[in-house]
Each structure stands twice: as C-alpha cells, then as structure tokens.
C-alpha cells in the first residue's frame, strides 16, 4: 500500500522546536522530490521546503535559518527539523512526494503544528 504519514507535530512555545516526520511506505523516497507544505485554514497551501533527489534543498523566506529539511534513506523517511518557531509557523503541515521518472504525487494526510504560551 501506498502511503505517506506525517508525525511530529504538536503544540510548542515560542522559540521551541519540533521535528516533523515523512514516513514512506510502498515506495522509495529515493526516485521522488520531497516538499513539506503548511496550510492555515481558509488560506492557500504554502510551500516551505523542498528536497530532490540530487540533495538540492531550499525554502521558504520566511523560514530559512530556522528550518531544515532531511532525508534517512534507511528509514525512507524525510524529516523537517523546526527550531525558533514563532506563531506564525502555525499551520498543518503536509508532506508531497513526487516521482522523478513517473507520474506518482503522494499526500500525507497532515500533522498540526501550533506554536502558542
């Protein structure tokens, strides 16, 4: 079975850190693009970070310096490490994988991020 789950979020104080976690099953991450989105309810779903195939990674303005996204091949598994959270990274956030030979574009169904005191 195919399948994309996210984990890792939760509730965190300002300034906190959280690692969110892509967790592939019934394909490799190897042959994929990996992107983490975030979506506020009622807005358009923003792109934060991306990771190739080729270890090309980059991201979002208001993000960088803060965020870093990674891969564990052995654990076929992306991660996206948040450090310095501020309000405004709250969101749920989604992660994509998308295939680099085929036409495969894999959802995860979304883990919350609230960054609140």
């Known amino acids: 079975q195919v399948q994309l789950v996210e984990s890792g979020g939760g509730l965190v104080q300002p300034g906190g850190s959280l690692r969110l976690s892509c967790a592939a099953s019934?394909?490799?991450?190897?042959?994929?693009?990996v992107r983490w989105y975030r979506q506020i309810l009622g807005e358009e779903r923003e792109l934060v970070a991306t990771?190739?195939?080729?270890?090309?990674?980059s991201y979002l303005d208001s993000v960088k310096g803060r965020f870093t996204i990674s891969r564990d091949t052995a654990k076929n598994t992306v991660y996206l490490q948040m450090n310095r959270l501020k309000p405004e990274d709250t969101a749920v956030y989604y992660c994509?994988?998308?295939?680099?030979?085929?036409?495969?574009?894999?959802w995860g169904q979304g883990t919350q991020v609230t960054v609140s005191s």
């Open positions: 019934g394909f490799t991450l190897r042959t994929h693009t």
């Open positions: 990771t190739t195939t080729n270890g090309i990674r």
């Open positions: 994509n994988a998308r295939g680099v030979f085929n036409d495969n574009n894999n």
